[in-house]
């Protein structure tokens, strides 16, 4: 069975600084993808960014990007240059190889709020 | 270039009432899925449908909760008979593949069972 960690439940940053917010995997599969998702007051679901477990590169999308340390399974997020609307709860999420990899298991989430 | 939709948005019900949740997919996505947030977790799959198909419900209590997705019109996750621990956020997701990189998902419903 594929579990998501989050130690974090809150975390604080000042506006324009960066931020890590840590997630840590547990897999026996050796082929799997990685997200992560945010999740502002308002309630929907917002996918920020993906791994997948053979890529090479670590993923960026804008002032996002994924730490993929895949010997200590860790899979962080980096938001640099923090802006107020950044504020939200963060949610890592795991899927299996195979058939069925529809099937995300997300961790609890972070908070973050950016303060001014 | 409508994403998914879900409604209603808040949904209050009686223990013992029924609650209907609703979901259109992205135009042309023929698959859905249902995920459930109770507070302070994250989400929880419960369902995989295709059109006229339930494909995986492996994360749906047995009891109560069913899923259908028609061939036309919206995905419908019903609870029957709800209880205080039916309350949650209830998010649907569709894609147009198979894989998880390319789920969308809603704004949610969220239920209140008093």
């Known amino acids: 069975a594929q579990k998501i960690t989050q130690t974090q439940p809150g975390m604080f940053v000042q506006e324009k600084e960066a931020v890590t917010l840590d997630c840590t995997y547990d897999?026996?599969?050796?082929?799997?993808?990685l997200f992560w998702y945010k999740q502002p007051s308002s309630g929907e679901m917002i996918f920020l960014i993906y791994q997948g477990s053979y890529d090479q590169q670590n993923a960026t999308e804008g002032r996002y990007s994924l730490n993929f340390q895949k010997a200590r399974k860790s899979a962080n997020l980096v938001i640099s240059a923090s802006q107020l609307g950044d504020s939200a709860m963060y949610f890592c999420?795991?899927?299996?190889?195979?058939?069925?990899?529809?099937?995300?298991?997300f961790g609890k989430g972070t908070l973050l709020t950016v303060n001014p | 270039n409508a994403g998914v939709m879900q409604n209603p948005r808040h949904l209050v019900r009686r223990r013992g009432q029924e609650a209907r949740l609703r979901c259109s997919p992205m135009?042309?996505?023929?698959?859905v899925y249902w995920y459930r947030q109770l507070p302070e977790e994250g989400l929880k799959f419960m369902v995989y449908l295709q059109k006229e198909n339930i494909i995986d419900e492996s994360g749906m209590p047995k009891e109560r909760f069913s899923a259908e997705f028609p061939k036309e019109g919206p995905s419908i996750l019903r609870i029957q008979q709800v209880v205080r621990g039916d309350s949650a956020a209830y998010f649907c997701?569709?894609?147009?593949?198979?894989?998880?990189?390319?789920?969308?998902f809603g704004p949610g419903t969220r239920l209140t069972v008093l």
């Open positions: 997701a569709s894609s147009l593949g198979v894989k998880a990189d390319t789920q969308y």
């Open positions: 897999t026996s599969d050796p082929s799997y993808g």
């Open positions: 999420a795991m899927s299996p190889p195979g058939r069925s990899n529809y099937k995300l298991t």
């Open positions: 135009k042309g996505h023929s698959h």
